[in-house]
T-cell receptor, first 113, second 113 residues
Framework: SAVISQKPSRDICQRGTSLTIQCQVD?????MFWYRQQPGQSLTLIAT?????????ESGFVIDKFPISRPNLTFSTLTVSNMSPEDSSIYLC??????????FGPGTRLTVL | QQQVKQSPQSLIVQKGGISIINCAYE??????FPWYQQFPGKGPALLIA?????SEKKEGRFTISFNKSAKQFSLHIMDSQPGDSATYFC????????????FGKGTRLSVIA
């Protein structure tokens, strides 16, 4: 199974600022995804991080608010821009490689004041 | 439109009992149905997954039952233990793990002694 790390694990930020979350995988993977999990809720897909091209965003999520980079097959970043308290959530990256399985990172718990 | 409906929202089971969580899906293009277990403060961990070509899959105390005609699948946890207390999410995707997962809303399981 893939080992996924995320940085930071948690942060408390002021409204109007931005935070970049890093996702590192211990092996090359084909697909990387970013999800949001609001408190006590299920997971909602933000975007698919495509290596070498722009991310593919789901309805309700836009690149200006959630810019994503994927410079190689083991690393991706998600930035939460111009944050508001409504952005307080857990942000999770997931990966899939050569098998059917999607593995999730430990998540980044973001609180916006 | 919720593509994967999960019930119940919460479940209390006696130690040693059977926990049953149900999910129904709408999109017949889904061909991969995993279950994830999430403990507080952790990312979701894959528990067990099934494809539509089989009606049942068992791994230890965990069993998935799948009914393709009814578009339903369920998770059975045999001999439930307090350590199984967690939130369980069913999910579905197309093209195995290479496409994003659509999650149910989750079931909070409490196993009491």
């Amino acid at each position: 199974s893939a080992v996924i790390s995320q940085k930071p694990s948690r942060d408390i930020c002021q409204r109007g600022t931005s935070l970049t979350i890093q996702c590192q995988v211990d092996s090359q993977v084909t697909m990387m995804f970013w999800y949001r999990q609001q408190p006590g809720q299920s997971l909602t897909l933000i975007a698919t991080a495509n290596q070498g091209s722009e991310a593919t965003y789901e309805s309700g999520f836009v690149i200006d608010k959630f810019p994503i980079s994927r410079p190689n097959l083991t690393f991706s970043t998600l930035t939460v821009s111009n944050m508001s308290p409504e952005d307080s959530s857990i942000y999770l990256c997931s990966v899939s490689g050569n098998t059917d399985t999607q593995y999730f990172g430990p998540g980044t718990r973001l609180t916006v004041l | 439109q919720q593509q994967v409906k999960q019930s119940p929202q919460s479940l209390i089971v006696q130690k040693g009992g059977i926990s049953i969580i149900n999910c129904a899906y709408e999109n017949t293009a889904f061909d991969y149905f995993p279950w994830y277990q999430q403990f507080p403060g952790k990312g979701p961990a894959l528990l067990i997954a099934i494809r539509p070509d089989v009606s049942e899959k068992k791994e230890g105390r965990f069993t998935i039952s799948f009914n393709k005609s009814a578009k339903q699948f369920s998770l059975h946890i045999m001999d439930s233990q307090p350590g199984d207390s967690a939130t369980y999410f069913c999910a579905a995707s197309m093209d195995s793990g290479n496409t994003p997962l659509v999650f149910g809303k989750g079931t909070r399981l409490s196993v009491i002694a």
